[in-house]
């Protein structure tokens, strides 16, 4: 008989163990599971097991980079004190 023909997951699909995301974001596996612990980080929970989705951990760090930029430019926006003129000029 056949070997039913496996369907390969594709790549941005692919679940990822806490030392995977780790290597990826240049952090500590740790940090990995201290963030998801605290729920910051995107995580599908399989009984003990926890892996992470690589397009969910994607989508939300464009999600932290879009703060980040928002931040960012509101600092720069901001005046100075004691003067009406933005910092960047």
Do not use: C, F, K
């Given at each position: ?7 390969p ?8 163990t806490a ?19 605290r ?7 399989l ?43």
């Open positions: 008989m056949p070997e039913p023909a496996r369907q997951i594709s790549q941005d699909g692919d679940l990822l030392e995977d995301v780790a290597a990826l974001l240049r952090v500590t596996a740790a940090w990995v599971y201290a963030e998801t612990r729920r910051r980080i995107p995580h599908i929970r009984g003990r097991y926890v892996r992470y989705r690589r397009d969910a951990l994607a989508a939300w760090m464009d999600q932290l980079e879009d703060r980040s930029d928002v931040v960012v430019r509101r600092r720069w926006d901001r005046p100075q004190r004691n003067s009406g003129t933005p910092r960047w000029t």
